[in-house]
């Protein structure tokens, strides 16, 4: 064996930086209800990903990706101004040149805009997409509440039908069911239309009327501005009173009524189980007719996906009515969700090789052999700050490649390398030259 495992090696340090005994905050943290994706979820994320992809392929959705910033007035226009989101939960900012600019706190108005900006609709009726990115909301953080989340959304835009409610509904429960998330409800729920929902409207505000009292400080103000979600509030006291509050499915048009009918119709027709909830009506003005909810059954009650029919949207922001539906799903509350019931998803990873390189000489060459095998290909860790042959080899065994290859002096003057198959411990000498035959070779 060439290449020396000598003791003096052993009493040099590898480079490693010694974490400090005492245990100190450290200076810069992630901003208050902020998070990082570490690797250790990167499996999970990744499963997250690949689904993704594979329902947005499935169900014929395209890729669309709007930028971060947007303006202020688009949520405005879009979410309305009396809703949580536009009221108190924006990161708002001025530009230099004095635009009012937001960090986008959803997926679904960004969207709208480009569909209009962008005569979207003449591509295709229904226009199918998907987006995946981070959302931002100034909301009280807590577990499963982020001020920074990811959503992959999908959205349909151009089609007034109930099969698209459906189909969106389904594709929700699909993709959960794919990720190993199969014990979920649906809570499904109608917010009628401009028809109906003006009636039911004043039927809300009259029963609330001589009950303000009861009502919580948010209520107070929903009762001015956005009466519907008096219904969803989640205070005690408010969630009596509403127990005999009108419920709009018995103030709803005829043609929301058929509209609700049917989506019932096609969720059954695929043997999907709903909870119908009238007092589902989800924070924002741009819904209209379906809205619905996915969660855990056996979770704290967060909803790991939500969505519905936004019909008003585009005349809301573009001036023009423009039917269409959606459903975002939260990344965050996946994965953890994942993580607590412990599903286990692994990601594919191409078989790997650990390139151990002894000595400052065989650097060079190393580097070379190194990018050869991933021109090739071939996924190749190394471990190069660590000196010592046991390091490295230590190192190839914790990542659990099946072959590592090393380079000493000896070998870079005789043009060759080793190869170690790191479950028997053989080796093999080979010709430099020949490295990626012999080693394409011995991976299985
Ligand atoms: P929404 O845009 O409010 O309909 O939310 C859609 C989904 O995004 C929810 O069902 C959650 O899974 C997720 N979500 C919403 N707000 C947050 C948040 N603050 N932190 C983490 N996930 C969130």
Not at 100 to 129: C, D, N, W
Not at 240 to 259: T, V
């Amino acid at each position: 064996m060439p290449i020396k495992n000598s003791k003096q090696k052993k009493k040099k340090k590898d480079n490693i930086e010694k974490e400090p005994k005492e245990k100190k905050e450290p200076a810069f943290q992630t901003v208050r209800g902020m998070h990082d994706i570490l690797p250790k979820d990167e499996d999970r994320w990744k499963a997250i990903w690949n689904i993704g992809e594979k329902m947005s392929e499935l169900y014929d959705f395209s890729l669309i990706e709007t930028p971060i910033l947007e303006s202020a007035a688009l949520f405005e226009a879009g979410i309305g101004v009396g809703t949580d989101i536009v009221e108190k939960e924006m990161f708002s900012f001025k530009t230099k040149g004095d635009e009012v600019v937001v960090l986008r706190p959803e997926g679904t108005a960004p969207v709208m805009r480009s569909y209009i900006q962008h005569h979207l609709g003449r591509f295709s009726s229904p226009l199918k997409v998907y987006y995946v990115g981070q959302m931002f909301r100034y909301e009280k953080p807590q577990a499963g509440r982020y001020r920074a989340f990811h959503q992959w959304g999908f959205e349909t835009i151009g089609e007034g039908d109930p099969f698209y409610d459906a189909q969106t509904i389904l594709l929700a429960v699909n993709f959960l069911k794919e990720l190993g998330i199969k014990n979920v409800t649906l809570k499904i729920n109608t917010v009628g239309c401009r028809v109906c929902r003006p009636n039911y409207r004043k039927k809300l505000l009259a029963y609330y009327k001589g009950e303000k009292k009861h009502l919580c400080a948010d209520c107070l103000r929903r009762y001015e501005k956005n009466p519907m979600r008096l219904l969803d509030c989640k205070e005690e006291e408010c969630k009596k009173m509403r127990e005999d509050a009108p419920i709009i499915l018995d103030h709803l048009c005829q043609s929301c009524n058929g509209h609700m009918k049917e989506v019932l119709e096609l969720v059954e027709e695929n043997g999907l189980e709903y909870e119908p909830d009238p007092y589902l009506v989800r924070g924002l003005d741009y819904y209209n007719r379906t809205v619905f909810e996915l969660i855990a059954k056996d979770s704290a009650g967060f909803a790991l996906a939500g969505g519905g029919r936004y019909d008003y949207l585009g005349e809301l922001v573009g001036g023009r009515m423009i039917p269409a539906v959606g459903v975002s799903l939260g990344m965050e509350r996946l994965v953890e969700y994942m993580e607590e019931k412990k599903i286990f998803v692994k990601a594919k990873k191409k078989p790997g090789v650990f390139f151990v390189i002894i000595g400052d000489p065989a650097k060079k060459v190393g580097f070379r052999l190194i990018h050869k095998l991933r021109e090739s290909n071939m996924r190749v860790l190394e471990a190069v700050g660590k000196k010592s042959l046991k390091a490295q080899l230590k190192a190839a065994n914790r990542a659990g490649t099946e072959l590592a290859l090393m380079l000493g002096q000896k070998e870079c003057f005789e043009e060759t390398v080793i190869i170690r198959d790191m479950r028997t411990g053989v080796q093999e000498t080979v010709l430099a030259e020949k490295i990626i035959e012999e080693t394409k070779k011995r991976l299985r």
